[in-house]
């Protein structure tokens, strides 16, 4: 499989003048794309084919599919294949959707060409999961299950523990939906290795690591025969390994790289000192005297990526003349992403913040927050809404789905991290999950936008609710903003119940700034009913503001040019 995570190598076939300025422009924002000459297009194809990890093609679909028919091989290591007509008004999907990246590809090739992107693969247009798309290995009868789960057909979930999938339409099942003759399709989840037939699909979670040890000079040949052979015997399927982890004298071990490189996962490294603080079966004085630990293989296969202690011992250290290998175990960890929404229009909603939305199998959200992505969320989502004021219970109801080993993301508006979602919830995170923060476009930036450049140099922000935290400590912190000159934002700046903070902090700014400081009140930034209003320090009537504004201060440099609040940087060569 070709892996566009990674920078590909991208090859551009054109026939006409029109294809040749499309590609130009693929190659002008895309170092990693070339054009691909030849004698003829046919010859270009091949040759884009055959030497590049993904095509895109400016040519007729006919045209590419009848060139490329003799070459198909196996989706697994076929390049992607987009293909873009004439005019670039559609950017096709032609091969390699899931497999090869072809379905990524040819979104970023419609969003850089304006193009639009038409992508057929069934799962996608659907709005469902891809097996081959969550991450993990995928095997057996994996167009069948997926073909099963499209239509409907009852699918029998078997999992040997709870991983953090995203989620599944309900006609996927994890009690048994076998009826009289009927035999179910099935869809596991488990490292061993199973018998497959025409309606079972794999997937194979990262769960297995295998501690390595070896003396200098290990061949690769024997650490990868050693390994393949002891997973073999214990029924262990290759595809569910994590990593392979060692002691740190053993990071730059020739033969384990290789090995690691091979395979296809990284190498871990742990100090002596942390190796022999592991509890092991098998403890041996001559190691300990060579390398400061008792065991090298078994506690480091213990230790894992995270050396959060969560592990099984499945095979004690089994060695050869220069190997040692041992194979544990790793319990799931859920996981929970904290999302930032942005301000609320949907192009300023990051792709990552999409793409976590879609990998989640339950959503926790301010209602008002979850209305605005429900049309992003996969079939089957569990939505978790609540009013506002309910903060605490959103941390913890996403905290525990992610603990009992779900997916799960909560979202926040703006940026999760600023005065929103993230910091509650992290509070109560402990190591037992995985957390991703993706984040935002900030209300401040948002409103930003719309003011002119009032942030152009150093600026504050500041909430005025005293809900949680004392005014004291708010009326100090506005005391040192105004008398450091900073930019000032003001969050939360003034509700019915809490009409009279706003004033006062402006009564602060104002015995440190001169009466005409400009000052712009941003409601409902990037949603309907936005609006921008300009004033002074001395001008502003705080009756316009209320909980959906965000009231930027300038500093005393800050001025209105052109009817927008602009803060110098400062720049010598503006002197």
């Known amino acids: 499989m070709h892996d566009l995570t990674v920078t590909p190598r991208i090859g551009l076939v054109a026939a006409t003048a029109a294809g040749r300025r499309h590609a130009h422009t693929v190659t002008a924002a895309w170092p990693h794309a070339r054009l691909i000459e030849g004698e003829t297009v046919a010859d270009a194809l091949r040759s884009a084919w055959a030497g590049c990890d993904a095509v895109v093609a400016f040519l007729a679909t006919g045209a590419a599919v009848r060139i490329l028919a003799p070459l198909l091989a196996d989706k697994r290591s076929d390049p992607a294949v987009v293909v873009v007509d004439e005019a670039a008004r559609h950017a096709v999907a032609l091969l390699g959707g899931h497999a090869g990246g072809g379905n990524d590809l040819t979104e970023q ?21 891809g097996l081959d798309t969550l991450g993990w290995p995928v095997q057996g009868a994996v167009a069948a299950v997926s073909r099963a789960i499209l239509d409907g057909e009852p699918v029998h979930l078997i999992a040997d523990a709870q991983w953090p999938l995203p ?59 050693l390994l393949h ?27 384990i790289l290789s090995t690691a490189d091979a395979i296809g996962v990284p190498l871990v490294t742990w100090p002596a000192t942390r190796l022999a603080a592991v509890d092991v079966p098998h403890p041996s004085e001559v190691v300990r005297a060579a390398v400061g630990t008792p065991s090298v293989a078994e506690a480091a296969a213990l ?48 792709p990552r913040a999409v793409a976590e939305l879609r990998r989640a199998a339950v959503v926790v959200g301010l209602d008002q927050y979850l209305d605005q992505v429900r049309d992003v969320l996969r079939p089957g989502t569990r939505v978790l809404s609540s009013g506002l004021g309910a903060e605490e219970a959103r941390a913890r109801a996403a905290v525990a789905e992610a603990t009992a080993g779900r ?17 509650p919830a992290l509070e109560y995170a402990d190591e037992r999950i ?3 923060g993706v984040p935002g476009v900030t209300a401040a930036l948002a409103a930003g936008a719309l003011l002119g450049a009032p942030l152009g140099h150093d600026h504050a922000y500041l909430s005025l609710s005293d809900l949680h935290t004392p005014w004291e400590v708010i009326e100090r912190r506005v ?10 934002l003001f969050y939360n700046p003034r509700s019915r119940a809490r009409d009279w903070q706003l004033g006062k902090a402006l009564g602060i700014l104002a015995a440190h700034r001169p009466p005409d400081t400009p000052i712009g009140v941003v409601r409902n930034a990037s949603r309907p009913g936005e609006r921008v209003h300009l004033a002074t320090l001395a001008t502003l009537d705080p009756a316009v503001v209320d909980m959906y504004s965000v009231v930027v201060v300038g500093s005393s440099d800050t001025r209105l040019i052109a009817g927008r609040m602009v803060t110098p940087r400062g720049y010598r060569w503006r002197s």
């Open 407 to 423: 997916a799960v993301a909560l979202v926040g508006s703006g940026d999760a991290g600023v005065y929103a979602m993230a910091s």
């Open 229 to 255: 052979r002891v997973l073999a015997e214990a029924g262990l399927s290759p595809a569910s390994l994590r990593c392979l982890a060692s002691a740190d004298v053993k990071a730059d071990e020739a033969g």
């Open 303 to 350: 230790l894992g990526p995270a050396g959060q202690g969560d592990a099984t011992l499945l095979v004690g250290k089994t060695a050869t003349a220069m190997a040692t290998v041992a194979v544990a175990r790793h319990a799931p960890r859920g996981r929970l992403a904290v999302v930032g929404l942005g301000p609320g229009a949907a192009d300023l909603r990051t």
């Open 479 to 488: 005391t040192a903003a105004a008398e450091g000159d900073f930019v000032t």
């Open 109 to 129: 090739v419609g969003a850089l060409l304006d193009a639009r992107p038409v992508i057929t693969t069934a799962t996608d247009a659907v709005g469902l999961p």
């Open 167 to 225: 989620a599944l339409p309900p006609n996927v099942h994890t009690e048994s939906t076998d009826t009289g003759n009927t035999v179910a399709y099935r869809l596991l989840v488990t490292d061993r290795v199973v018998p497959l037939d025409d309606r079972t699909a794999v997937l194979r979670p990262p769960s297995l690591v295998v501690g390595v040890g070896a003396s200098r000079g290990v061949p690769a040949a024997e650490v990868t025969e």
């Open 434 to 436: 995985d957390v991703v």
